[in-house]
């Protein structure tokens, strides 16, 4: 990325505009930089000023320990200061948790839209599963265990073993292994895993919640009980998609929401 600006704590964000239009900031989720929705900016950018970038620790922008969840705010901050001093956010996955953080922490943000929040209401076991994934990820970092931490996550997103093995062996694994430590700032993120309802209904600024239908069960109620957290929460499902959303059938959802 071409374009540089600077967090409030001084770290270096990379970062790509382009279009017309009311602000858009696009933020991607664990395991990904700023390129993953740069196809989905370009669907965008010819109704919007479009806003997208690497989070902190990966690919062209920098970071600063000791990390905590108010610094990537703060680095939302930063980009719409950039926008004019407002803007829409969208997020998908844990990057849609951020966006909803940054809106309830009072940042001037118009309208959120996010696809797949990961959040559920587990049972007594699950809420115990999610607390030993972090625990397992933590003791992988610290140990500089990167291709571990990566397989620890790929298994809770429910990924088959044999595609974990399989993506060892593939050249995208170096990659992957490169930003793992970036996947506790999502751990973060997502806090304990729950739905942060009292957190959600302190947001006022209209809030989309999409999920995709062929998505499970448990990922699609869980968008649903995002929007019914928010006082102006809006849930809809996009037909024949998964967690990996195809571009061109998001799009027109978003430009219709997030016109204002």
């Known amino acids: 990325m071409d374009k540089k600006t600077l967090s409030r704590d001084g770290t270096s964000l990379a970062y790509e505009r382009s279009g017309q239009g009311p602000a858009v900031v696009l933020i991607s989720g664990a395991m990904s930089t700023g390129g993953t929705v740069a196809p989905l900016a370009g669907l965008l950018a010819h109704r919007f000023t479009v806003f997208w970038y690497d989070r902190r620790g990966r690919g062209d922008s920098g970071d600063t320990a000791p990390y905590a969840v108010e610094r990537e705010?703060?680095?939302?901050?930063a980009l719409i200061d950039l926008a004019g001093?407002?803007?829409a956010l969208y997020g998908v996955s844990s990057g849609g948790a951020l966006a909803l953080r940054a809106a309830a922490s009072g940042l001037p943000v118009s309208r959120v839209a996010v696809y797949e929040t990961p959040f559920a209401d587990f049972s007594e076991s699950g809420a115990e599963e999610r607390a030993a994934y972090t625990a397992r990820l933590t003791e992988a970092l610290s140990q500089d265990r990167r291709g571990d931490a990566?397989?620890?996550f790929l298994r809770l997103t429910g990924l088959a073993e044999e595609m974990i093995?399989?993506?060892?062996?593939?050249?995208?694994?170096?990659?992957?292994?490169?930003?793992a430590p970036t996947l506790a700032y999502d751990d973060a993120v997502m806090g304990d895993g729950l739905v942060p309802r009292e957190r959600l209904a302190s947001i006022d600024v209209p809030v989309l919640a999409v999920a995709g239908a062929e998505s499970p069960a448990w990922l699609r109620e869980a968008v649903r009980a995002v929007a019914d957290a928010v006082p102006q929460g809006t849930y809809r499902t996009l037909d024949g998609q998964t967690h990996m959303v195809d571009p061109n059938v998001l799009a027109p959802v978003l430009t219709e929401f997030l016109t204002p």
């Open 150 to 152: 990566v397989e620890l």
């Open 73 to 77: 705010v703060e680095d939302l901050a």
């Open 85 to 87: 001093g407002e803007a």
């Open 165 to 179: 093995q399989g993506a060892r062996q593939s050249p995208m694994w170096a990659a992957m292994e490169a930003i």
